[in-house]
């Protein structure tokens, strides 16, 4: 059989993923969402000497959507849209209405000060300032003697 092509794995996931690829594009073209496509969220964890920072990605999400909850050692970002349209004509009205969520739980590289978090949002970027516990201190302790 001289006519037929023996494909490679490698070969076939890539041309599986160019073609997802080219339905998510078309489909954002056209306006239409995808099930289970959440919002893009892309985000950065740094470092310093006295507090962790995380800043946040968020595309086409309203401020006042957003929650932030946070323990010792993690943070949670969640956020909610909706959006609704509505179509008119003489003969028919139409509503669309659809709903998206999403939420992120980061653990963090150490224990910070709840009470003291930092949040602000500017330009589609969450920036959170999370001061460090102060780290635990060794005590020596001597028993009393009776």
Known sequence: MQGLTIWKENEIQRLRKDQE???????????LSLLGEEPEFTM????TDNAVILKAQLTDINPEDINISATENTVTISAQT??????QDEHFRKIEESTR?????????CRVKIDDI????????LHLIMPKCDILRARS?????K
Request: proline share 5%.
């Open 101 to 109: 969520s999403f939420s992120r739980r980061i653990s963090l590289p």
């Open 21 to 31: 690829k080219m339905f998510r594009r078309r489909c954002r073209d056209f306006g």
């Open 44 to 47: 950065e964890l740094s470092e």
């Open 118 to 125: 930092q949040a602000s949002y500017e330009d589609n970027t």
């Open 141 to 145: 302790i001597r028993p009393k003697i």
């Open 82 to 87: 909706r959006t609704s349209a509505v179509t």
